[in-house]
């Protein structure tokens, strides 16, 4: 995506990058390249610095501040030499300065550089997502350094009140426990922390980064045994059904089961849509815990 006031510079570059293979989405202001954002993920973005209304820098600190979008690389486009200015772009999260006049040549290298940068992480994250677990790094004082979207996610289910950045911090006894586990870790293998939250059982381990004074915690969910067959004939569900109501129970997005089950993510929402209006609830939260609900019958009938 580049995101540039003037006409000429954005005709230029896209021509360049699409004759290099990319694909490219164009925006001329701050405001309508969020407006895109809403619907659309690119790969990468040069964002112009200077612009009329929002600038580049007010434009990266928003795109930054959302969580699904925190891990797309920017590249500021600048005539600013001034140190204070380019130390104020890093500061707002972007990974790379291209000086102009841009020379085409250079952009090729830069982009193609941080995607695979960027591709190597995706790969990283999908393969921990699904694999179950979640990461994220924190420093000794808790301040949250990085984390997957995936472990977003799952601090959003966790915490008591809204979880929407980094900055809200781990939730409280999961803070507390990291806080007393963060000596140990250097001295000994510390335990592990574990917690339930809507029927699902979640742990958390504690590893010492290379980096010093700095903490990875790996979440992992184990939703337990599903009878798939029994879910069926007790909520009038298809296979393909059950099976997508089991992963959603496990927080997978659309696209992770899409991923998992061979299918677009329109056809997983096709298939929630159909569970929706069996089960006769609006949200996944709802169909899960009805699912859940009959799973913990089901148990108390065996025991019985």
Known sequence: MIVDDAPGNLSLLSDALEEAG?????????QSTLEQLRYIRPDIILLDAVMPGM???????RIKADPSKQSIPILFMTALSDLDDLLRGFNEGAVDY?????????VLARVGAHLAQSRKMRLAEESLSRCGFAALSVDESLRITWMSEAAHRWLAELSDNAFNSHDDGLPKPLADWVSRHIELAAKAEPDVFT???RGRKFSARLIPCQAEREFLLLLQEHAGEWDLNSLREGLGLTPREAEILMWIARGKTN???GLILGSSPRTVNKHLEHVFEKLGVGTRAAAVAVA???MRHRSGDSQR
């Open 98 to 106: 291209i000086v102009k006049p841009i020379r085409h040549l250079e």
């Open 255 to 257: 696209r992770d089961v």
């Open 22 to 30: 990319y694909r490219v989405l164009v925006a001329t202001d701050g």
């Open 55 to 61: 600038d580049g820098f007010e434009t990266c600190r």
């Open 195 to 197: 917690t339930v939250s």
């Open 292 to 294: 859940l609900e009959r």
